[in-house]
């Protein structure tokens, strides 16, 4: 008990008036006897002054054990009465004496030895050091003494004996100053207490890491995220707080969450946790404290975000989270969790409920969410970088707040209401390492390759597109000199016509192939100059009629078939194949044959209208094989991934795939993106697509939120602004 000298003087004070009234009580006289009377008055003082409150009074030295002795033998001696005593009284002042007498030796030992350089001198002196740290003690010295006095001089006399023990018992054992103030600063400190709390009830069991199960009477009800403060089975002191009810055991059963606090908070917790007992938990108040100590715990400042806990099979790149509010939660959305202290975020593919066993036959349901991790967003560089482990068990879980998008030149696309970007990291490589759109009619896919290749033309790569749809010529008339090349195709157009009497003795001469091959060639030779400052081509290949001599002549006839779509195809794709190679290898991309309904252009063997077909797809195949390292490649879209030639497609390095039903587009585009995002591809919003890839600036496959036409357009050619076609 820790007392200000002040305070001591004035307890000094106290108990000397006190051994006035009792010396008066006693003997009817306030002063004290000068004879053996008044030997434990002297004896009380010498306590009260020496050791209980001034000298030592909180250890004593051999020193001072020495100094109360000796006081203590002179006092005995001068009062002692040797030859009227009875035997009682000799015995009683030998047995003090020696106490005394060995209490001297032992404190001198004790210092004699201290000293020595001798290990077995050093134990000696040490022990003789607690010996002489009891028995020297003014409590034991100083009782001998009242002891010796009460019995010798004052034990026939009942009020003198009653009234000096009740003297000797509060001031030397009892001294009741240490037992009020301590009593009073209990008290005290109770009232005085910062932070305030209510008993919310008992911990009922572990679960490690972090959380706890908290049972509480079946009238109760606290709400999800408050603080809470408790003492483990350890009586360690922790902070937490509180998730949600999993059930019943006699009663209610509530989940709590320990969390770290800040050091500037800890001394009132230590206060408070006074009220606590062993496992015991109580509501934490926190109103009063500062809003920058609060600030610094991260759980309670993001508890609003806060939607579930870390479950169990979690791995590298899977989360399994166990869903506390499942408020705003729908496939697509974005989560974090800390991974070694740095946010992670996770994109929601799958929910499934799930039950367990609580107590006994109680059962607990709740939704178990699925993501995927994405990465570390680095806001400097607008993309998310890999993070190389799993989170803890039972780490929180947060949705991150819906954010409004802001289009930019370099996104492709978006994660459903939040404004992290993806962007198409390089879009050479997206060109020569092919690209493929996947997904039903209607969704958004000729809007996407619309945007891709503007994207390419912004980087001067040449596009022939051939596009059975005649949407293409429409949506870039900006890139397109219509009048221009709709006299060009209508030169080809009547040229492929003519050939149909074209009739040769050589087979191979006869219709209109050669000429139309020739006449494509010479247009693209021109167009892929580096000096032609255009750089779109459109062709639709069902509008070509371009006829092949299939017999020997017989009597000035020969029997004549059209080209399919498929083989004008091939003969474009094989032109731009030859054009480039002449041209020389390169790592940019040169020029990218954009296949819009490529299950007409490039089918699957088993889809095809006529033999012709499997050849020329197979030629269409070969140019784009070869095509890389003489930057051609290929934007390949379609609605029927089945029926496009696995050829090609598997030499696609990214893919946007969009909503498909059918099982078999879904099997192959999971070999891409896995099975968890195909599974998901039914189900997917229109302009939605899941992107992975070489060129995506995601390491891993994502589902996002494509751009809308206008807020592209607005974005993109501010930076890149339209050249003006020449005529």
């Known amino acids: 008990m820790n007392r200000t000298q002040p305070q001591r003087v004035l307890i000094l004070i106290t108990y000397i008036v006190l051994l006035f009234v009792i010396n008066y009580v006693a003997f009817g006289k306030l002063l004290p006897e000068k004879d053996f009377k008044g030997l434990w008055f002297y004896a009380g003082m010498a306590s009260l002054l020496l050791g209980n409150l001034l000298v030592t009074p909180f250890f004593t030295k051999p020193v001072d054990a020495i100094s109360y002795t000796v006081v203590s033998i002179i006092s005995i001696f001068l009062v002692n009465n ?34 020595s350089s001798k290990v077995s001198n050093q134990k000696f002196s040490k022990s003789c050091l607690i010996i002489s740290e ?3 003690n003014q409590r034991v010295v100083f009782s001998l003494v009242i002891i010796f006095a009460l019995i010798v001089f004052h034990r026939n006399n009942v009020k003198e004996m009653f009234s000096i023990t009740i003297a000797w018992v509060l001031i030397v054992l009892v001294e009741p100053d ?50 809470i403060l408790f003492k483990n089975s350890h009586n360690s002191i922790k902070t937490g707080l509180t998730l949600n009810y999993i059930g019943l055991d006699e009663q209610l059963l509530l989940r709590a969450m320990e969390f770290s606090t800040p050091d500037e908070i800890i001394p009132d917790l230590m206060d408070v946790s006074k009220l606590l007992s062993s496992n015991s938990v109580i509501k934490l108040d926190l109103t009063n404290t500062k809003p920058e100590v609060v600030a610094k715990i991260p759980l309670l ?22 869903i ?16 070694n202290n740095i946010p992670v975020l996770y994109q929601i593919i799958d929910g499934l409920t799930k039950e367990d066993i609580v107590a006994q036959k109680n059962k607990y349901g709740y939704a178990k969410g699925e993501a995927k991790k994405i990465g570390v967003w680095n806001e400097r560089s607008k993309k998310f970088e890999p993070a190389k482990w799993l989170p803890q068990i039972n780490s929180p879980v947060y949705l991150k707040k819906p954010d409004n998008y802001t289009p930019d030149y370099l996104t492709v696309g978006h994660f459903p209401k939040t404004n992290f970007t993806v962007n198409i990291k390089n879009i050479h490589e997206l060109v020569t390492h092919n690209t493929a759109i996947l997904g039903i009619l209607g969704i958004g896919k000729s809007m996407l390759s619309i945007e891709l290749v503007e994207r390419m033309i912004a980087e001067k790569i040449k596009i022939i597109c051939l596009d059975l749809t005649n949407q293409y010529a429409e949506l870039l008339k900006d890139f397109y000199n219509t009048t221009k090349e709709n006299e060009h195709l209508e030169t080809l157009y009547a040229l492929g016509a003519r050939g149909k009497n074209n009739v040769s003795l050589n087979v191979e001469e006869g219709g209109s192939i050669n000429q139309i091959h020739s006449e494509i060639k010479k247009e693209l030779t021109l167009f892929l100059d580096d000096k032609c400052e255009e750089y779109l081509k ?33 003969m474009i794709s094989e032109c731009a194949l030859e054009i480039c190679q002449q041209l020389g290898m390169t790592t940019r991309a040169r020029v990218c044959l954009v296949y819009e309904e490529a299950h007409s252009l490039i089918p699957e063997w088993n889809s095809v209208a006529n033999e012709g077909d499997k050849a020329a797809t197979n030629g269409t195949a070969r140019a784009i094989l070869q ?36 099982d078999t587009g879904k099997a192959f585009i999971a070999n891409y993106i896995g099975s968890d995002y195909s599974q998901r591809l039914s189900s997917l919003q229109e302009r939605h697509a899941v992107f992975y890839g070489k060129s995506s600036s995601c390491e891993n496959p994502v589902l996002i939120r494509l751009n809308d036409r206008e807020e592209f357009l607005d974005a993109f050619r501010k930076q890149y602004p339209i050249r003006e076609l020449k005529v």
């Open 82 to 115: 040797w030859e009227n005593w009875l035997s009682t009284d000799k015995i009683i002042f030998c047995v003090t004496n020696g106490i005394l007498g060995l209490t001297l030796i032992v404190s001198f030992l004790s210092i004699l030895t201290k000293d």
């Open 134 to 136: 009891f028995l020297g």
């Open 178 to 227: 240490k037992h009020i103030f301590s009593i009073i600063k209990r008290i005290r400190s109770i009232w005085e207490i910062k932070l305030s709390g209510t008993h919310l009830g008992i911990i009922n069991a572990y679960q490690t890491p972090s959380l706890m199960l908290i049972s509480q009477p079946e009238n109760s009800f606290t709400d999800f995220g408050t603080p």
């Open 301 to 322: 400042n993001k508890l609003d975000d806060m939607i579930g806990i870390v479950d169990d099979q979690t791995n590298i790149e899977t989360l399994q989270f166990e």
């Open 324 to 339: 506390l509010k499942d408020q705003e939660i729908e496939e697509g959305r974005i989560v974090e969790v800390d991974i």
């Open 538 to 570: 459109i062709y639709n290949p069902s509008r070509f009629e371009v006829w092949r001599q299939d017999s020997r002549p017989f009597q000035g006839n020969a029997s004549m078939a059209t080209l399919t779509p498929t083989e004008i195809t091939q």
């Open 627 to 662: 095509g890389r390292k003489y930057g051609l490649g290929c934007l390949l879209i379609t609605q029927r991934t089945a029926n496009v030639t696995k050829t090609i497609l598997n030499q696609c390095n990214s893919i946007f795939a969009m909503r498909t039903f059918d």
